[in-house]
């Protein structure tokens, strides 16, 4: 399988994407609990966004703004990192 995911936009950009929620899991950290959401636009884009605010549902289709914070490559999937998001619609 080859992935068809790119990295999105430069860090530091501001996007509006349209994003369906892969997993949702849930993660103990030194501030409490956070939920770490993999999510994939419809070109096959991962994004990754990790809040303590709020839990998105598996398989749901967001409408969101949100910052670049990083780029990664996870086995050999490269990764779009999220901060500051906010929901538009869902």
């Not at 999510?39 to 998105?56: A, E, P, Q, R, Y």
């Not at 490559?73 to 990192?81: E, H, K, L």
Request: charged content about 20%; overall charge neutral; some cysteine.
């Amino acid at each position: 399988d080859e992935s068809t995911a790119e990295f999105i936009g430069a860090i530091g950009d501001r996007l509006d994407l349209v994003l369906t929620v892969d997993k949702a899991i849930e993660v103990e950290g030194y501030y409490g609990k956070s939920t770490m959401h993999i999510m994939h636009d419809c070109l096959g884009n991962v994004f990754i966004w990790s809040t303590s605010s709020k839990t998105l549902t598996v398989g749901n289709t967001y409408t969101m703004r949100g910052t670049i914070k990083q780029h990664s490559i996870y086995q050999g999937t490269p990764q779009n990192f999220l901060t500051r998001c906010t929901i538009k619609t869902k």
